[in-house]
């Protein structure tokens, strides 16, 4: 039987997107293939992990429960992400998956992905066409390094997908919200909205309420 590496597994409320506030069962997945450095989960890449099967994580999560499969990066462990679905799916879980899109998600059980970019390209665009029959999110977390014209290619690719949402997320440190990050999303949200009204400007809730 599969085992995969889980740093954590944990009850919060989603504190991103468009599910934001939802209550939710979180499964973390250790190891990612980015060094993003406005990671806020750094210890699912360098901390402690363990290893467990798919029924000894399943049985943690009550039947029919919202699900939030995070990271770290999911599709690093992808045939356990597969298999982990597809139990979940059996037990009428509501599934979100929130990757980088390192690996395609063919095969895999989901109602719903947060799709994390920096920049639109082929590979991405792939993706999204992918995962594009269910619902889904491109996030884009708002640093110094986003720009508009970077932004303005995402929202022009998503026109075509009605399944779709854009979030600009601003960007915390700790749980302190940068106040150059809401500036910025703010005036790049306002243009965007002129031609493309699925975008969504949003922090990270669940720091502001303190929240894991």
């Not at 462990?77 to 990757?99: A, M, P, V, W, Y």
């Not at 014209?149 to 009605?162: G, I």
């Amino acid at each position: 039987m599969k085992k995969g590496k889980i740093s954590e597994i944990f009850f919060s409320i989603q504190g991103e997107g468009v599910f934001a506030g939802t209550p939710s069962y979180f499964v973390r997945f250790y190891g990612c293939n980015k060094r993003c450095f406005y990671c806020d989960t750094f210890y699912a890449l360098k901390g402690k992990f363990y290893t467990s099967s798919v029924d000894e994580v399943v049985e943690k999560i009550p039947k029919g429960q919202n699900v939030v499969i995070t990271g770290g990066e999911p599709t690093c462990q992808i045939e356990f992400l597969k298999d982990l679905t597809k139990k979940l799916k059996k037990r009428r879980n509501f599934i979100s998956i929130e990757t980088n899109g390192f690996k395609s998600l063919k095969g895999v059980d989901f109602d719903f992905v947060s799709f994390h970019i920096e920049k639109l390209g082929k590979k991405e665009k792939k993706f999204i066409r992918e995962i594009s029959k269910k619902l889904f999110c491109i996030k884009v977390v708002v640093t110094k390094k986003t720009t508009f014209s970077d932004v303005k290619k995402v929202a022009e690719f998503l026109k075509d997908f009605k399944k779709a949402t854009l979030i600009l997320q601003v960007q915390s440190r700790g749980n302190q919200i940068l106040k150059n990050s809401v500036k910025k999303a703010f005036s790049f949200a306002r243009e965007i909205s002129d031609f493309y009204s699925s975008v969504r400007v949003l922090p990270q809730i669940h720091k502001i309420l303190k929240l894991k």
